[in-house]
């Protein structure tokens, strides 16, 4: 398997663009994570999906970020509009969830906002 | 989401030996997991330890779990250059979420 896969890897945007971040998980995974890493506030979770529910979305940060996942294979994470303060590396993760226990992070978009 | 407190920065001489601290505050987590993090990579499992073991030894790396203080350490025996990284530590309950610090960054010094 070729792991979890983003795109795109990198992203500039000119402030109050929209901007959409895509995740295809490792084949099999019934659960799915977006994760923002920044240098203040390191790794935080976004939003956790499980068989492509919504689980927990309590991390995403504001009514400007949502996140889809509309079949097993696939998930965005879309910002409109992007601020500045949103530039970070956000990362996707998938899991095969209970028992198999490791999460598999993708290689991550790091997304600038100017 | 559950807190999970790491130091942010720990410099070692090469050769010497790293000791990476974390503490949780969920204690019904399940597992408790060591990540690393190379630059412009994603996150890696390096370990992981099931809740109810004490000590778990994987080569040059020993993880030990303190339930009671909610405590869990990473030792890297040796320290090498090539362990520069960045080292989170994570819990989850049975795998269904991770919860994640801030993260270490370890800078190995020749």
């Known amino acids: 398997d070729a792991g979890v896969i983003q795109s795109p890897r990198h992203e500039v945007t000119e402030m109050g663009q929209e901007v959409t971040l895509r995740c295809k998980p490792i084949?099999?995974?019934?659960?799915l994570f977006w994760y923002r890493q920044t240098m203040m506030r390191g790794l935080e979770l976004l939003i956790y999906?499980?068989?492509?529910?919504?689980?927990?979305d309590s991390g995403m940060p504001e009514d400007r970020f949502s996140a889809k996942m509309p079949n097993a294979s696939f998930s965005t994470l879309k910002i409109q509009p992007s601020e500045p303060r949103d530039s970070a590396v956000y990362f996707c993760?998938?899991?095969?969830?209970?028992?198999?226990?490791?999460?598999?992070f993708g290689q991550g978009t790091r997304l600038t906002v100017v | 989401g559950e807190d999970v407190e790491q130091s942010l920065f720990l410099s070692v001489r090469e050769g010497d030996s790293s000791v990476i601290n974390c503490t949780y505050t969920?204690?019904?987590?399940?597992?408790l997991y060591w990540y690393k993090q190379e630059p412009g990579a994603g996150l890696q499992l390096l370990t992981y330890?099931?809740?109810?073991?004490d000590m778990k030894q994987d080569q040059r790396l020993t993880v030990l779990l303190n339930k009671k203080d909610k405590h869990l350490s990473l030792r890297i025996a040796d320290t090498q250059t090539g362990d520069s990284a960045i080292y989170f530590c994570?819990?989850?309950?049975?795998?269904?979420?991770?919860?994640f610090g801030t993260g270490t960054s370890l800078t190995v010094i020749p």
């Open positions: 993760a998938s899991s095969p969830g209970s028992p198999n226990t490791e999460a598999f």
């Open positions: 084949s099999g995974h019934n659960s």
């Open positions: 999906f499980n068989n492509n529910v919504p689980i927990d």
């Open positions: 969920d204690s019904s987590s399940t597992y």
């Open positions: 330890i099931f809740s109810n073991m």
């Open positions: 994570a819990e989850s309950i049975y795998g269904n979420q991770f919860y």
